[in-house]
C-alpha cells in the first residue's frame, strides 16, 4: 500500500500542482479547470490542466500533515 493511512474508500484530497509541489484541495467539490481553491496549507491555487511534468513534483508537506490529520480533531492554535 502506498499511503498507509488513507483510506481509498474515502478520499478527502485531491492533488494538484502549484509552484513545483503538489498541494492537497479538500475533496468537498471535485476541482475543475478554471476554479480558484484553498489548498490545505492556505495557498490560492487556480485550477489548470497538469502537465505530466507536474505530477513528477513533490508533495507539499503542509498539505500532507493537513490531509492526514483527522478532519474532527482539535486543532487549536
Ligand atoms: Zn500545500
Redesign the pocket.
Known amino acids: 500500500m502506498l499511503f498507509p493511512g488513507l483510506e481509498p474508500e474515502r478520499p478527502v484530497v485531491h492533488w494538484r500542482p502549484l509552484g513545483g509541489?503538489r498541494?492537497?484541495v479538500a475533496a468537498t467539490e471535485l476541482p475543475r479547470t478554471g476554479q480558484e481553491r484553498r489548498?490545505?496549507?492556505g495557498?490560492l491555487l487556480n485550477i489548470v490542466d497538469a502537465s505530466e511534468l507536474d505530477w513528477l513534483a513533490p508533495t507539499?508537506e503542509?498539505?500532507w500533515t493537513a490531509a492526514l490529520a483527522p478532519r474532527d480533531g482539535d486543532q487549536s492554535e
Open positions: 509541489l498541494h492537497g489548498t490545505l496549507c495557498e507539499c503542509s498539505c
